[in-house]
Each structure stands twice: as structure tokens, then as C-alpha cells.
């Protein structure tokens, strides 16, 4: 079954509040690139950024679940949605912008999975582009695994989401997202959906490397807006493609 085939239905239900992330992304493009005519995101999942931009941009979505593209097909009927793998796209032309939020990246199980991404995003991108990414940090991941599981109650049903965190053969810690939605079918009997969804922990030094051939790095900060570290919460980047 592929990854958010079921969970794509609930996903915005348990998922933060995604203002905060537009918001951020809005504010580096103002910051850095105002004025884009064209925009990318990289992992868009239902749309919830891509509703949110305020750029005035031509918007494209690129996501590997079709379940998901639906869903932000009703909330951005106005942008261009792909169906394609983050690691491994040829869209055949260059945008001013090009975000991945939500920790997507992270969803890269290794490091060369996040080596082809941001290969694909600098060819994606103008000369002088912005690159607008976040990350779920070391230490944040390290601690999501040693919480217990998380319960919530919505209108229809109960998610249960439970992270486990363990090094993986190159010492790079790897989490496990167990998650179990028990929707409410009708009277009390309840269907159960279950995914496992992975993300990889990269030191915010190994991030560094990798962006570091292709891009001036802008932006490197906490929630606070301080230096990221890598026992930050996450990490937000804005980069700039150099010509």
C-alpha cells in the first residue's frame, strides 16, 4: 500500500496547524525573493501551504500520493498538480521559488534520496532562486520517540500515533510513525486504518554539506528565529541558488 494512500482522508485532522509554515514561507519570500511569478512546492500533500501562499505566483504541487492531490485539487482548484516523486522529478522548467515544508524532506529515508532532492530543486530553480525547506531535527525526532503515544479525538473517529526512534546501519537515527485511525463508521463500530511512516534524522551539519555546492544558505534558524541546532525543535531554511 503506498504511504498516505488511507491516512490522506485524515491527514489534516491530526497534522499541526499549517499557518505557522506558510506564514514563514510568505515572510523568506518577501524577505528574499518578492514578486516570484512562479512557484513550486515539493511535497505538497493536501494543499494546506499552497492555499496559504499570498505571492501572486503561478503555484505547482508535486506529491506521490493521488489521494492527497485530490484533496488540495478542491482547495487550490488554481494550481498545476504532478504526481511524482520529491526525489526524482523532471517538470521540464524553472520557478522562482521552490518550498518543502512540513518536514517533508525528512520522509527521505537516506542520504541520497535527500542528495537527489535538492539535485532536482537547483535544477528546478532561476538563477537567484529561493530553496524553502524545514526539518524535524535530531534531537526533536529522538524525543518524539520517547514520548508515549499521542490520542486524538475529532469529529468521526480517534487517531493514535506512536513514534519509535532507533539508529539505523550508519548510525543515522530513523523514526517509525505508527499510525491508527479508528474511524466511526456507524453506531459504534469503528474501521481501523493503519500506515507506518518513516523519517530520517540528518545533523544539521550533514544538511549543510549537502545544500552547500548550490546554494548561499540565508536562513538557518530555530522557532525562535535563533541559530538552528541540531537540538533544536526544527530547523527552517531559505537559500538562494547561486547563478
Not at 499557518?19 to 511535497?43: F, H, K, M, Q, W
Not at 530520517?200 to 522557532?223: G, I, K, N, Y
Amino acid at each position: 500500500m503506498v504511504a498516505y494512500e488511507r491516512f490522506a482522508a485524515f491527514y489534516d485532522v491530526v497534522m499541526d496547524d499549517p499557518g505557522p509554515r506558510a506564514a514563514r514561507v510568505n515572510a523568506a519570500i518577501e524577505r528574499y525573493r518578492p514578486d516570484p511569478t512562479s512557484l513550486l512546492e515539493v511535497g505538497c500533500g493536501t494543499g494546506s501551504i499552497l492555499a496559504r501562499l499570498e505571492t501572486g505566483a503561478q503555484l505547482t504541487g508535486l506529491d506521490r500520493s493521488p489521494e492527497m492531490l485530490a484533496i488540495a485539487a478542491a482547495k487550490v482548484p488554481g494550481a498545476e498538480l504532478v504526481e511524482g516523486d520529491m526525489a526524482g522529478f523532471d517538470l521540464g522548467r524553472r520557478f522562482d521559488v521552490v518550498a518543502c515544508v512540513f518536514d517533508s524532506i525528512n520522509h527521505l529515508l537516506d542520504v541520497a534520496s535527500w542528495a537527489s532532492l535538492i539535485n532536482c530543486v537547483d535544477r528546478h530553480l532561476t538563477d537567484g532562486g529561493l530553496f524553502v525547506f524545514d526539518v524535524n531535527t535530531v534531537g526533536e525526532l529522538h524525543r518524539l520517540g520517547e514520548e508515549p503515544p499521542w490520542v486524538y479525538d475529532f469529529g468521526g473517529g480517534t487517531a493514535v500515533i506512536d513514534v519509535s526512534f532507533a539508529l539505523d546501519p550508519t548510525g543515522l537515527g530513523v523514526t517509525d510513525w505508527d499510525i491508527r485511525i479508528f474511524e466511526l463508521v456507524s453506531g459504534s463500530r469503528y474501521e481501523l486504518h493503519h500506515e507506518r511512516i518513516g523519517e530520517l534524522a540528518l545533523p544539521l551539519e550533514r544538511v549543510r554539506e549537502l545544500v552547500s555546492d548550490r546554494f548561499e544558505v540565508l536562513e538557518e534558524v530555530d522557532e525562535d528565529g535563533l541559530s538552528a541546532t541540531d537540538s533544536s525543535v526544527k530547523a527552517y531554511y531559505a537559500l538562494r541558488r547561486r547563478d
